[in-house]
């Protein structure tokens, strides 16, 4: 049954979908994407009962936020649509109940009219919405900033957001899921990067603060707190107990993790970007103004 019921829940979604933020097409166009990858992962081995009052109560509230405008079309058409599935034959003996409770509050189509080739869709964006969607991550509730993943791994992806959290997805696993999420910044954070081994990671925020996390335990092992906003950070690619920092007062500062020992150079504006080249002997820094600086760093006294 759990197929038939995922359909008619999608369906549902999918039928209110055009009245949720009229003003955002991609929005909902990543809502139904997120509702149909979640209803495949959760959907399996529910209980009939659990199945229908589940459906009745999401087709109330969705009603209630959105109103009754459709048209009121019995939900004895699912029956028809899902003839051909092995599971429709389980549905039947609860269909024609529901229909009487939510007939009133919504009306259904069948997943074909989500189809690139029905009438109703008009521009190329969204006849072709669902294609190629990997996975849909949703566990911040803020911007996301930046996104890096860990050196020669396709699997592990640092996510940095305005919600002040930091968080680890592995995108090889099946299906992809969270690893984890870091919390210990107060303010939105800026930047991230990850060690040479990958076994440590480094955040910026605008709190003042950088962190350094362990990537195996997600503790945050080091924390070094400045009065300034800090825009940017990375690891020296050589030498990872050191960090670079770039902040809102044109700041570049080189960061000894171990000590806390501060050393920094000034190039004006606010520091948004920077770039080691792989010996580690010269730092590019970009700022807010569209200047590009060169640093050199000395490996004896940094």
Known sequence: MSV???????????????????????FRTLYIRRRNQLLKEFGS???????????????????????SSFDQISLRRLS???????????????????????EDSTSHYSL??????????????ENYAFVGVHHIFD???AAVTMLKFANNDRARLCCVSNDSTVSICNLLSQPPTLECIL????????????SMSNDLLVSSSLDGQLCVWDTTSHKCIRSIRGTTRLLSCLFHPVNNNVVIAG????????????TGIKHSSS????????????????????????????FRYDMNSG
Request: glycine share 10%; aromatic share 6%; with cysteine.
């Open 112 to 125: 074909d009219d989500l189809s690139p080739s029905n009438p109703r869709h008009t521009t190329i964006h």
């Open 267 to 294: 190039m004006g504006g606010r520091v948004l970007s920077m770039a080691f080249e792989s010996s580690g002997l010269n730092l590019w820094a970009g700022n807010d103004q569209g200047c590009l600086m060169l």
């Open 45 to 67: 081995g529910k209980d009939s009962n659990v199945c229908r009052q589940y459906l009745k109560i999401r087709a109330t509230l969705l009603q209630s936020r959105y109103g």
């Open 139 to 141: 566990q911040h509730t």
């Open 80 to 102: 028809t649509n899902t003839r051909t599935s092995p599971e429709s034959n389980q549905c039947n003996d609860w269909v024609g109940s529901l229909t009487k409770d939510i």
């Open 183 to 194: 919390k210990g910044h107060t303010g939105p954070v800026t930047g991230c990067d990850w």
């Open 4 to 26: 038939a019921w995922q359909q008619q829940v999608f369906a549902l979604d999918a039928r209110y979908n055009a009245h949720r933020a009229k003003g955002s097409p991609n």
């Open 247 to 258: 902040n809102i007062n044109g700041q570049v500062e080189v960061v000894n993790i171990s």
